[in-house]
T-cell receptor, first 113, second 111 residues
Framework: NAGVTQTPKFRILKIGQSMTLQCAQD?????MYWYRQDPGMGLKLIYY???????DKGEVPNGYNVSRSTTEDFPLRLELAAPSQTSVYFC????????????FGPGTRLLVL | TQLLEQSPQFLSIQEGENLTVYCNSS?????LQWYRQEPGEGPVLLVT?????EVKKLKRLTFQFGDARKDSSLHITAAQPGDTGLYLC???????????FGKGTHLIIQP
């Protein structure tokens, strides 16, 4: 199993550009999450999904959108990139909610200039 | 909003020493997880504690969940350079909405 994969690994965007961060998992997990990690700030939840076709906002959803058309894929869309969105983005998945182990991808480093 | 405070933020010690990292909150969590993250990688789960007062051991690492399920500690005995990394605690509320993470403790073990 590849686990959780993320692409791209690194991207530089200009202000106002848009992009999609890809996330896929091959563990047949229903639950998927997007976090951002800023230096010294820990991980903050952007969006999550409990299954195909179901998504919900996390703590910091503004400026982002998600979709979940399949169990495997959970892309994160940035429509109008802003410098405040410079961060490292992690996708994670789990079998269930709460105390279930979350498996993280390697992250996407995004720089908005 | 539930918050998790980790201390210390940074810790640099010599190989062979013992250390304790703390994770505190004013909120009750249904579970508490500890993750370790290395540079350029995503966090990897070390342990999950769910019962107040629970103690779990993972080789030289000892994890404890407070009786009131508001705090946790990670104790490392005879630290080794391979223990170097960012240690994150994360609280679960029991729902589907992900975990609440602390800011982490950066640990450096010098040979």
């Amino acid at each position: 199993n590849a686990g959780v994969t993320q692409t791209p690994k690194f991207r530089i965007l200009k202000i106002g550009q848009s992009m999609t961060l890809q996330c896929a998992q091959d563990m047949n997990h229903n639950y998927m999450y997007w976090y951002r990690q800023d230096p010294g700030m820990g991980l903050k939840l952007i969006y999550y999904s409990v299954g195909a076709g179901i998504t919900d906002k996390g703590e910091v959803p503004n400026g982002y959108n998600v979709s979940r058309s399949t169990t495997e894929d959970f892309p994160l869309r940035l429509e109008l990139a802003a410098p405040s969105q410079t961060s490292v983005y992690f996708c994670a998945s789990s079998y269930g909610p709460g105390q279930e182990t979350q498996y993280f991808g390697p992250g996407t480093r995004l720089l908005v200039l | 909003t539930q918050l998790l405070e980790q201390s210390p933020q940074f810790l640099s010690i010599q190989e062979g020493e013992n250390l304790t990292v703390y994770c505190n909150s004013s909120s009750v969590f249904s579970s508490l997880q500890w993750y370790r993250q290395e540079p350029g990688e995503g966090p990897v789960l070390l342990v999950t504690v769910v019962t107040g007062g629970e103690v779990k051991k993972l080789k030289r690492l000892t994890f404890q969940f407070g009786d009131a399920r508001k705090d946790s500690s990670l104790h490392i005995t005879a630290a080794q350079p391979g223990d170097t990394g960012l240690y994150l605690c994360a609280g679960g509320g029991g729902g589907a909405d992900g975990l609440t993470f602390g800011k982490g403790t950066h640990l450096i073990i010098q040979p």
